[in-house]
């Protein structure tokens, strides 16, 4: 076991049920999101949040006794609202073609199913007018139906299907890059989670990063823990025009300062490996818009092809805005490949994960790219479901305490106060 993983399994064994309370006293305060994915780098020295995400995709890779579980804790969420929740609309990201989505969209759906409740999926994008029958790619039937607003006689309107299927619960798996449809914004009577407030046309990297900070230092005072061991140091940087080269002096400056504090925390605990940062798109997701530097001089020194991949995200949108990011060297591994930990997440409490493996990739890199595969995540409940001799270093309860404190700090997300 890993010193960090020591240190953290150490808390939970001896003072488990003070951390457990601890994090429900921090529920209370702030609700958590309905759902949610947490993907981890693991050092060794460290383990780190690096990514939180509000509609997250890839519920087909956990395994079945996490999808139990998941349903079930969908099943008492459900059963605690006035009325309970029996009809539910999924409304999926627009790119259909993308069969391993549709796997994602499935799983998710049966979730619901295995939850006790009818499931509908619904159509957003602008080309969906009729209704589409797809199948995924490993072989699921899916039906995607147009929505529509309707209004009931000066009342609020209501949200339903082109054949009037009308749910009493919206779950929205888009996370609007670009911003959300008009009838999103102006349904009003049936609940819609998550906030589609929370798209990345709005939602900024730095935000998170900010108020995870703000819990970690907490949760460190609290138990005793270097926040430095489970967070990654960052730099907001302004704007920024790749293609023009413009703003490149404040993104090299700012390297440089990440890199700085690092090496200052190296020199703590006696880390001489080199540390290097993380450039990543402040609004995005899909592993796109992410870049690695070991300097300030390298961002003088890009070229076109990097320049041109950081210049534009998801859906064409132009990535203005960069946040740095301390580089977590992954020692994660599965087959002996680099790996990283993804935690599923309903109600802000962990349910399942998976390993994402990338054998093109080193321990360095993003593993958020072509070529990426997944693998199941062992967990107390289904250990032999997993390889021990393929996967290093499953720790379902240490990974499941790191999904719920960045799964706290997105609830504390406030962005009417920035000027974003």
């Known amino acids: ?54 509609f997250p995709a890839g519920w087909n890779n956990i395994s079945p006794a996490a999808r139990t579980r998941a349903a079930e804790y ?3 969420c459900f059963a605690r609202r006035t009325p309970p929740v029996k009809k539910v609309l999924i409304l999926p990201e627009s790119h259909t073609r993308n069969l391993y989505y549709l796997d994602n969209i499935s799983a998710l759906k049966g979730i619901f199913e295995d939850a006790g409740t009818e499931v509908r999926l619904g159509g957003v994008g602008e080309e969906i ?45 888009n996370d609007f890059s670009d911003g959300p449809p008009e009838m999103l914004t102006r349904c009003t009577k049936q609940p819609v989670v998550p906030p589609v ?10 935000v998170h990063f900010e108020s995870y900070a703000a819990v970690v230092d907490r949760f460190g005072a609290e138990f005793g823990i270097d926040p430095w061991l489970l967070s990654a140091v960052y730099h907001r940087c302004g704007k920024i025009n790749f293609k023009e080269q413009t703003g490149v002096e404040c993104l090299a400056l700012g390297v440089e300062k990440v890199l700085h504090r690092v090496r200052q925390k190296y020199a703590e605990y006696g880390i001489t490996d080199a540390p290097y940062v993380y450039i990543k798109a402040d609004a995005g997701t899909y592993g796109m818009g992410i870049m690695t530097a070991h300097s300030g001089d390298e961002i ?21 805005e960069v946040v740095i990011q301390e580089g977590i060297p992954t020692i994660d591994r ?47 409940t289904e250990g032999k479901l997993v390889d021990a001799t393929k996967v290093t270093g499953c720790n379902f309860g240490v990974y499941g305490l790191m999904a719920q404190l960045a799964s ?13």
């Open 1 to 54: 076991m890993t010193p960090i993983l020591q240190t953290i399994d150490g808390l939970l064994t001896s003072r488990g049920h003070e951390v457990q309370a601890w994090l429900d006293a921090r529920n209370a305060e702030v609700a958590p999101f309905f759902y949610g994915s947490v993907d981890l780098r693991h050092s060794g020295t460290k383990l780190v949040p690096v990514d939180m995400n509000i």
């Open 74 to 76: 969908l099943s008492r």
């Open 129 to 173: 007018t009729d209704r589409l029958e797809l199948t995924s790619a490993s072989g699921h039937a899916l039906v995607i139906e147009p929505i529509r607003l309707r209004e009931e006689g000066g009342k609020c309107p209501v949200l339903e299907t082109h054949s009037g299927f009308q749910p009493d619960f919206i779950v929205v798996n």
């Open 197 to 206: 407030g929370m798209g990345w046309y709005r939602r900024r990297k730095w």
């Open 300 to 320: 003088y020194e890009m070229n076109k092809k990097i320049r041109n991949k950081m210049h534009t995200t998801k859906g064409g949108v132009t990535n203005s």
């Open 334 to 380: 599965v087959d002996g490949h680099p790996a990283e930990p993804m935690l599923y997440m309903i109600d802000g409490k962990p349910v399942g994960g998976a390993y994402r493996v990338n054998e093109g990739r080193d321990a360095e890199n993003s593993l958020n790219a072509p070529g990426m595969r997944f693998e199941r995540m062992c967990d107390t």
């Open 408 to 420: 706290i700090a997105a609830a504390r997300e406030a962005y009417e106060v920035y000027d974003i």
